[in-house]
């Protein structure tokens, strides 16, 4: 499975982004989907994670409340939603996939779960 990332961009605190990840080369329903970045200086960190089976979702304290991870299978996409945006969420972020692998709250965040990552799409929040 393939990833491709997008939506990424400039934006000034408090705006919205749409990052989408789009799959190709095999079919994402049978994948968890994570978001991931990594803002310079910083080791890459889990942001958000929307489940294969039954689309439960995690999300990390920082961005709970401002963001919303889905997905569309007959798409073979996910999405994050972005909203008010800080500077501190300045970053790359990836979409990852794990395949077959049911998350919870404990692991959902574990990189070294995940096969597959797209390259990345870069969000800049600045005024």
């Known amino acids: 499975l393939q990833l491709v990332e997008s939506g990424g961009g400039l934006v000034q605190p408090g705006g919205s982004l749409r990052l989408s990840c789009v799959g190709s080369?095999?079919?994402?329903?049978?994948?968890?989907i994570g978001w991931f970045r990594q803002a310079p200086g910083k080791e890459r960190e889990g942001v958000s994670c929307?489940?294969?089976?039954?689309?439960?979702?995690y999300y990390t304290d920082s961005v709970k409340g401002r963001f919303t991870v889905s997905r569309d299978n007959a798409k073979n996409t996910a999405s994050l939603q972005v909203d008010n945006l800080k500077p501190e969420d300045t970053a790359i972020y990836s979409c990852?996939?794990?395949?077959?692998?049911?998350?919870?709250?404990?692991?959902?965040?574990?990189?070294?779960?995940?096969?597959?990552w797209g390259k990345g799409t870069q969000v800049t929040v600045s005024s």
């Open positions: 990852a996939a794990a395949g077959y692998f049911e998350p919870d709250p404990n692991t959902w965040h574990a990189q070294d779960g995940y096969d597959n």
């Open positions: 929307i489940a294969m089976s039954d689309g439960s979702t």
């Open positions: 080369g095999g079919f994402m329903r049978f994948f968890a």
